[in-house]
Each structure stands twice: as structure tokens, then as C-alpha cells.
């Protein structure tokens, strides 16, 4: 499997075992991480999750001071988004897998982080391919990206995200973010017991919203009440917080909230700047 230039298990490679069951099954997880000046952003959120997700799927995970030196080795570039991947080693065939042995890989791909996007925003839609419920895998963030692959084939540029919905038709997230809404200067997200994944920015953001007295709710959203709400934004490890300016055709401003949040996360040193 050809994976670019990257580090595989420690050493220099650019292909993984065509049996790895990464590849086979999608038996795997995967952490996005934006580096700036050798920094890793969150690194510690990041390489939690990693490991507790790990367990969950009895998967074996690295060394962190490893993954660590190959971050240090291959993120060159004054900013980067850097791909560490963890999947499960080539096995017998079969669903069942009989051992906790991973691959891991490192990749590191220079980045303009989104500057203007973050006080302007950006325009999103609905999409139309709905997140499975209930998902065994809800909150991890596994190499299974399907339904996030066929819902961003529904729009183009220059859309930058679509918002997805469960089988209920309550909202989730974005096919690559998680969301935020304002409503009244409280902020609410959705819970992700059952579908989802609990990005390690969208707790950063939860945390910093507390820190600033701005209440924060885990509640269901309907469609209604996102197009209702004062404000929307989203968030992820790269982009950090994104307004939405333009919801499918409908008006919103990046407002005070969100760039209240995005001023204290950039002086925090959390979110990626150039």
C-alpha cells in the first residue's frame, strides 16, 4: 500500500504488508495533528485518545517517545499536518483477529493553516448520507471514513464542509469537524454516545469555553434548531474553529463567541497559526 514518503514501524518506508488488516478491514485508528515549529498541538488529548482507543479495539499501541521521533524526524516544514496511523498487523484472513500486534505510520504534509476561513467563514451544506446508528465504533476515530468519503462527494468548492445527521435526522457533526452552536451566548454540541468522533479540539474548545464563563451544553440538536442558532461553528485539529458564514443558502456572521474562543485557543498556543 503506498503511503508516501513516512515512517513505518520506526523505519524509513513508503508501503505496508498488502495483508495488514488496516488495509484488509479497516482494523484501525488514526490521529490528525498539527505541528507548528516542532510543537505537536494538544499533543497530549491527542496521544490519550490514541491510546484509549487502542484498548478498545485490543490493538497494541506504539511507543509514544517513538511515534514522537518520527513526528521530530519528518515534520519539516514550519507548519504541518502530521497522519499517525496504528492498524492492526497482517494476521490470518478473517474477520476475527487472533493478536493485539499494529503497524504504525507516520506521515508529515505541509499546511497553510486557514487564517482568513477563521474570521470570515465558510460555507457548509447538509448532507445527505446519514451516520449509522447505533455505531460499536461511536467516538473513535477508525480508519473506516466511508460515509464521510461518499457524503463529501455530494458538493464542491466552494463549500468547504457538510453538516451530516444520524437516521433521526439529529445532527452530528461535519464529514470532517465537529459542531458547535450558539444559542443566546451559551454554546451546545451534540452528545456522540451512538455516532461520531470526540475531537480532540472540540474538547480543547469545551475546556476553553468554561475557562471564559460561557456556558457549554451536550444536547441533541435537530436540523430546526442549527438553522435556528445565533451562531454555528466548527471545529477540528487542523482548521481549529471555522464559522459558518453560509448554511446551504442561508446567512450567518462569524460571530463573538466564536472568535472570542478562537482569539483565547491562538493565544494558548492550541490552534495552528502561520
Keep these: 500500500m503506498k503511503t508516501g514518503a513516512g515512517i513505518v514501524n520506526g523505519h524509513r518506508a513508503d508501503a505496508l504488508a498488502i495483508g495488514n488488516r488496516g488495509l484488509q478491514y479497516g482494523d484501525g485508528l488514526f490521529e490528525t495533528v498539527a505541528v507548528v515549529g516542532g510543537q505537536a498541538l494538544l499533543w497530549e488529548r491527542h496521544w490519550t485518545r490514541l491510546v484509549r482507543d487502542c484498548g478498545r479495539l485490543q490493538l497494541s499501541p506504539p511507543r509514544e517517545d517513538a511515534v514522537l521521533a ?11 499536518a502530521v497522519k499517525i496511523i496504528v492498524a492492526r498487523a497482517a494476521q490470518a484472513r478473517g474477520y476475527r483477529p487472533s493478536g493485539t500486534e499494529s503497524d504504525w505510520i507516520v506521515t508529515a504534509h505541509p499546511f497553510e493553516p486557514p487564517a482568513q476561513e477563521r474570521r470570515s467563514g465558510i460555507m457548509a451544506t447538509w448532507c445527505n448520507v446519514r451516520l449509522s446508528t ?3 465504533c461511536a467516538g473513535m476515530k477508525t480508519l473506516n471514513r466511508l460515509e464521510q468519503v461518499l457524503a463529501q462527494r455530494e458538493w464542491r468548492p466552494p463549500v468547504r464542509e457538510g453538516l451530516m445527521q444520524d437516521p433521526a435526522g439529529l445532527v452530528i457533526e461535519g464529514t470532517m469537524s465537529n459542531l458547535f452552536i450558539v444559542e443566546a451566548g451559551r454554546l451546545v454540541t451534540p452528545p456522540l454516545a451512538e455516532c461520531g468522533i470526540t475531537g480532540v479540539m472540540r474538547a480543547a474548545v469545551m475546556d476553553a469555553a468554561a475557562g471564559q464563563a460561557i456556558a457549554v451544553a451536550v444536547e441533541p440538536l435537530t436540523r430546526a434548531r442549527v438553522e435556528g442558532a445565533d451562531e454555528i ?3 477540528n485539529s487542523l482548521i481549529g474553529i471555522w464559522p459558518v458564514r453560509d448554511l446551504a443558502g442561508q446567512s450567518f456572521s462569524a460571530g463573538p463567541v466564536s472568535q472570542r474562543l478562537l482569539a483565547v485557543m491562538e493565544a494558548q498556543g492550541d490552534v495552528a497559526t502561520a
Design 70 to 80: 518520527a513526528m521530530d524526524e519528518l515534520a519539516l516544514a514550519p507548519v504541518c
Design 134 to 136: 447505533p455505531n460499536a
Design 233 to 235: 461553528f466548527l471545529t
